[in-house]
């Protein structure tokens, strides 16, 4: 029999030293159904990654393997380039009438190479070419992706290490983190909205005329920190009365798992332009980039690439975001979200180590700090205690994931498809774990 050291040992050995989640989550995948995720020993485990967000429907929902099966079945091409086919069409109908309104009546959609990171590069280039700019600007603690032009926009160091000329055309600006605020006040968002506005009104800050401004609703490698709906609000009126393009990624809060479809709708903004990946193929790769008519200034072949006509992702895709929409899973996914951070809140008052609960929707947090030290503001992030809650999870049946500064935070993305009774297991489950860390594995 096939054992989870055996693999893991093999791929050791012959994949990458880039490689991660084997890293911390030291499992070998064999059969998942739902939310449930089986290894190759036969344990099973409650999946809060869900291909880190990609999962909406979670494994093996039988609207998109119907679909995929459909599409194989009847001789479809498996990928065209971005040559159209019916199966196309009905995915830009299907994503068109989930996207509002007043955004979709002017949109133009441009179909990128699979991974959502490819789709950010299309929007720095479509920005940039529309307005004859070159800087865009982002914010702290933001993750947008690992090619060149999303590491020039992402906060994290250790990331962008020995990696020259990343930073050349990108400039960061404080995210409004309530927790621990850039600015080392209480966290108002006023604070963060307001510094934006001055630094672009000001001729001696130094900086040049942005191209667009790239944020995310809820940052999630980030440490799942929301943005305040004033906030986004606010920024969307600094942008649009500037002329500067609001680019909002929604590449893991697109489809329903902030508890709307798309979290810009939160605060009722309408972007000029969403990059979207992820759940919108359905759990196989597919992204996109989706803009305001007036910003098709590209040439023919401004951007490409082979594998942007992924039949079986549209098809996958077109399948799940109906079934999110008839279902209304983002309503779902609001009152599961809800249901979890109500446990996360309970436990955090039996726990000290527990510093902050936060997030929307399906797309929570929970931040671990050292409850030994004393101070006035949050206490220091224990990131070992992280890795440890982590690990006590796994050991129980639980995967869940880190990020955040210092990979303190411990993050939750279940399926849009989860059960109160999974969600009350969940919590059950992360509440042993954090015990066992605060007692060093043993029983207060």
Same mark, same amino acid.
């Given at each position: 029999?096939?054992?989870?050291?055996?693999?893991?040992?093999?791929?050791?050995?012959?994949?990458?030293?880039?490689?991660?989640?084997?890293?911390?989550?030291?499992?070998?995948?064999?059969?998942?159904?739902? @939310?449930?995720?089986?290894?190759?020993?036969?344990?099973?485990?409650?999946?809060?990654?869900?291909?880190?967000?990609?999962?909406?429907?979670?494994?093996?929902?039988?609207?998109?393997?119907?679909?995929? *099966?459909?599409?194989?079945?009847?001789?479809?091409?498996?990928?065209?380039?971005?040559?159209?086919?019916?199966?196309?069409? !009905?995915?830009?109908?299907?994503?068109?009438?989930?996207? %509002?309104?007043?955004?979709?009546?002017?949109?133009?959609?441009?179909?990128?190479?699979?991974?959502?990171?490819?789709?950010?590069?299309?929007?720095?280039?479509?920005?940039?070419?529309?307005?004859?700019? *070159?800087?865009?600007?982002?914010?702290?603690?933001?993750?947008?992706?690992?090619?060149?032009?999303?590491?020039?926009?992402? #906060?994290?160091?250790?990331?962008?290490?020995?990696?020259?000329?990343? $930073?050349?055309?990108?400039?960061?600006?404080?995210?409004?983190?309530?927790? $621990?605020?850039?600015?080392?006040?209480?966290?108002?968002?006023?604070?963060?909205?307001?510094?934006?506005?001055?630094?672009?009104?000001?001729?001696?800050?130094?900086?040049?005329?942005?191209?667009?401004?790239?944020?995310?609703?809820?940052?999630?490698?980030?440490?799942?920190?929301?943005?305040?709906?004033?906030?986004?609000?606010?920024?969307?009126?600094?942008?649009?009365?500037?002329?500067?393009?609001?680019?909002?990624? *929604?590449?893991?809060?697109?489809?329903?798992?902030?508890?709307?479809?798309?979290?810009?709708?939160?605060?009722?903004?309408?972007?000029?332009?969403?990059?979207?990946?992820?759940?919108?193929?359905?759990?196989?790769?597919?992204?996109?980039?989706?803009?305001?008519?007036?910003?098709?200034?590209?040439?023919?072949?401004?951007?490409?690439?082979?594998?942007?006509?992924?039949?079986?992702?549209?098809?996958?895709?077109?399948?799940?975001?109906?079934?999110? @929409?008839?279902?209304?899973?983002?309503?779902?996914?609001?009152?599961? #979200?809800?249901?979890?951070?109500?446990?996360?809140?309970?436990?955090?008052?039996?726990?000290?180590?527990?510093?902050?609960?936060?997030?929307?929707?399906?797309?929570?947090?929970?931040?671990?700090?050292?409850?030994?030290?004393?101070?006035?503001?949050?206490?220091?992030?224990?990131?070992?205690? &992280?890795?440890?809650?982590?690990?006590?999870?796994?050991?129980?049946?639980?995967?869940?994931?880190?990020?955040?500064?210092?990979?303190?935070?411990? !993050?939750?993305? %279940?399926?849009?498809?989860?059960?109160?009774?999974?969600?009350?297991?969940?919590?059950?489950?992360? *509440?042993?774990?954090?015990?066992?860390?605060?007692?060093?594995? &043993?029983?207060?």
């Amino acid at each position: 029999m096939t054992t989870n050291g055996q693999l893991l040992a093999q791929q050791a050995n012959r994949e990458s030293n880039a490689r991660t989640y084997p890293r911390h989550l030291p499992i070998a995948l064999d059969s998942a159904s739902g @939310m449930i995720v089986t290894d190759v020993s036969g344990e099973e485990y409650l999946d809060c990654l869900s291909g880190a967000g990609s999962m909406a429907l979670g494994h093996n929902h039988p609207v998109v393997t119907e679909a995929i *099966e459909r599409a194989l079945g009847n001789d479809r091409p498996l990928h065209t380039l971005d040559l159209t086919t019916p199966i196309k069409e !009905r995915f830009v109908d299907t994503l068109f009438e989930s996207l %509002p309104t007043a955004f979709a009546r002017h949109a133009k959609i441009q179909f990128c190479s699979p991974a959502g990171t490819d789709a950010i590069e299309a929007a720095l280039k479509l920005v940039k070419a529309a307005t004859g700019n *070159e800087v865009v600007y982002g914010f702290q603690g933001g993750y947008h992706g690992m090619t060149a032009g999303a590491l020039g926009l992402m #906060g994290d160091e250790s990331v962008r290490a020995g990696i020259p000329g990343l $930073r050349s055309n990108g400039q960061q600006l404080p995210f409004p983190y309530s927790y $621990r605020s850039p600015f080392g006040d209480d966290g108002d968002h006023t604070t963060a909205s307001g510094y934006v506005e001055r630094l672009l009104d000001d001729p001696n800050a130094g900086l040049d005329a942005p191209a667009g401004l790239l944020t995310e609703i809820v940052q999630g490698e980030g440490g799942v920190i929301p943005a305040p709906d004033q906030w986004v609000r606010e920024i969307r009126r600094i942008t649009r009365e500037r002329e500067i393009p609001l680019i909002v990624d *929604e590449v893991q809060t697109g489809l329903g798992r902030t508890g709307a479809l798309y979290a810009f709708e939160h605060a009722g903004i309408t972007p000029d332009v969403v990059v979207l990946s992820k759940a919108i193929g359905g759990g196989l790769p597919l992204s996109a980039v989706v803009y305001h008519e007036r910003l098709d200034s590209w040439a023919p072949g401004a951007h490409a690439g082979t594998f942007r006509g992924g039949q079986l992702a549209m098809a996958a895709g077109q399948a799940t975001i109906d079934y999110v @929409m008839e279902n209304d899973l983002a309503s779902h996914a609001d009152r599961m #979200g809800a249901r979890l951070l109500d446990h996360l809140a309970r436990i955090s008052t039996a726990y000290p180590t527990i510093g902050d609960c936060r997030g929307r929707g399906l797309m929570l947090g929970v931040e671990i700090v050292d409850p030994d030290v004393e101070t006035d503001g949050p206490r220091p992030a224990a990131p070992e205690l &992280a890795a440890s809650i982590q690990q006590g999870c796994l050991e129980r049946g639980l995967i869940v994931e880190r990020g955040g500064r210092h990979s303190a935070t411990v !993050r939750f993305l %279940p399926p849009l498809i989860v059960t109160a009774d999974q969600i009350d297991e969940v919590a059950e489950i992360f *509440e042993s774990a954090v015990e066992a860390a605060a007692f060093g594995g &043993a029983s207060p």
